[in-house]
């Protein structure tokens, strides 16, 4: 995943002035969701707010705001025939300029960026200028005149701060794990369809050629399976070793630990009925072999070949990621009525 910050950093660096532009809110069908940022200089950009038209016009006011003095500026682009775009919704961009002052809180944002630590960043609107921090996610918020972004809930009609206001922006989405036991063909496809995506590969295999491939972790076969044990509530497991009986080690590793939140294992529904037929004689009551996905990706999908696996498999990750985070945010919701 692109590090905003990281990127408006990098550019600063090389003396240039940078616009980071912010969704700020949206209303109907938009293409990327509030809070997502882009990165513009006079030559290039970092990141997407969804592409098309839309990008393309605010990168261009982005760049049109650099050679001003102006600070920030607030500006409502309706999703319809004067862009091009049918999408039919609205979305508001905040545009704010970046120079050598921003590098203090740009650095801490992203260090905790790459740290997946949970954190808010706070924009004051004073006359003419903004004022950023950089905070810990707080519990409760005693400031009322505060704008909150958490996944797009403000509208365009709702999110727009006068001066004085508080825009927070919690950066607490973290990227979970995603255990990747096995380094062939299809584990290969998989780690690069991961790279770019919310997730954090941690990526294991027996085999000693494996360490010449980046990213691979090479261990016994008894650390694999204590890593698989200890994965944690938001892991996402995936066993697709060249061993079936490494597979099946791992596989009940993971089931008596208990705690990960997806176990996926490679193979078909022949392989399914042995593991859970074994894994019954071993002790595991249906409740806990039921907890193993096998076949595993999305199922329409039937082509074998590694990359198509990959897509299929990782495709299928993202959808329970997003489930879970729907599932989260109603939580919160719950929470605070």
Request: hydrophobic share 45%; proline share 6%.
């Amino acid at each position: 995943m692109s590090n905003w910050a990281r990127s408006a950093l990098a550019q600063l660096a090389l003396g240039e002035t940078v616009a980071l532009v912010t969704i700020l809110a949206v209303e109907g069908s938009a293409p990327r969701e509030a809070g997502t940022k882009m990165v513009v200089w006079a030559g290039g950009q970092a990141g997407t707010i969804g592409g098309g038209n839309l990008e393309h016009q605010a990168a261009e006011q982005a760049r049109k705001m650099l050679l001003t003095s102006v600070h920030f500026a607030l500006q409502d682009y309706p999703l319809g025939p004067l862009l091009a775009q049918c999408c039919g919704g609205r979305v508001r961009l905040l545009i704010e300029r970046l120079d050598g002052t921003a590098v203090d809180w740009l650095t801490d944002a992203a260090r905790r960026l790459d740290a997946d630590q949970p954190f808010e960043v706070r924009t004051r609107f004073n006359p003419g200028a903004l004022t950023k921090t950089v905070a810990p996610v707080a519990a409760s918020n005693p400031d009322s005149a505060t704008i909150t972004l958490a996944g797009a809930p403000a509208t365009t009609r709702s999110a727009r701060p006068t001066l004085g206001d508080v825009l927070i922006e919690p950066q607490d989405l973290p990227r979970p794990p995603v255990l990747l036991f096995g380094a062939g063909h299809v584990g290969q496809a998989v780690a690069r369809a991961l790279e770019p995506l919310p997730f954090r590969l941690a990526w294991y295999d027996t085999r000693p050629e494996t360490a010449e491939i980046a990213g691979v972790t090479v261990g016994a076969p008894a650390e694999l399976a204590a890593a698989a044990m200890g994965a944690g509530p938001d892991a996402y497991i995936l066993v697709m070793t060249h061993d079936h009986n490494l597979d099946y080690a791992l596989t009940s590793a993971a089931l008596a630990g208990g705690a990960f939140g997806y176990l996926g294992l490679i193979g078909s529904d022949t392989k399914r009925a042995r593991f859970l037929s074994r894994l019954r004689k071993d002790g595991f009551h249906d409740g806990t072999t039921a907890r193993v996905t096998c076949p595993i990706g999305l199922p329409h999908l039937k082509n074998k070949a590694p990359e198509v696996i990959a897509v299929s498999v990782v495709a299928d990750l993202l959808m329970r990621l997003e489930a879970a985070r729907r599932e989260r945010t109603k939580d919160l919701q719950l929470a605070s009525l």
